[in-house]
């Protein structure tokens, strides 16, 4: 078993994204078998008059929505170490949405179950067919791991601020 040894993890450069939204194209064909970027487990959010941004789940370390969800039904992979669900476990119950400090959970409306990138299996699609190179599959040091933890850190504030 990896261990997450080796684990890679999405990283978004912000500045590069033109947001064409290929990304969450590629994701939804990939995972759902249709062209439908709200059927996608990657968001590209649009802010202000310029600026577009791929929302997508970081693989956290300690994955708050791993210890969140009371059916026990998101797990690891073992190969990639992408956190996913095991839809016969989930009761759609919502709490890793609320622990979630990024917002990259989604619903499935097919069956009310939670979702979110699972790294298509080591293989992300929005990788591939991200041409500006806003979203690159990387492994990450331990600097950039301080740096995940450092931002998971500046959102859970900001989101306490707001409650």
Known sequence: MNQG?????LRVDFSR?????LCEIAC???NQGICNPAESYISVVSWEEALDFPLVCHQCDDAPCVTACPA???LRHPETWAVH???SKCIGCRMCMVECPFGAISI???DDTTANCTLCNGEPRCVQVCEPEAIRFVPLSEEADALFAEVRRKLGQYR???E
Not at 5 to 9: G, H, L
Not at 17 to 21: D, I, L, M
Request: hydrophobic fraction near 15%.
């Open 5 to 9: 040894k080796d684990k890679k993890r």
């Open 17 to 21: 994204c033109t947001g064409c939204h």
């Open 28 to 30: 939804s064909l990939h």
């Open 72 to 74: 026990g039904a998101r």
């Open 85 to 87: 669900v095991d839809r």
């Open 108 to 110: 499935r409306r097919e």
């Open 160 to 162: 306490t601020t707001l």
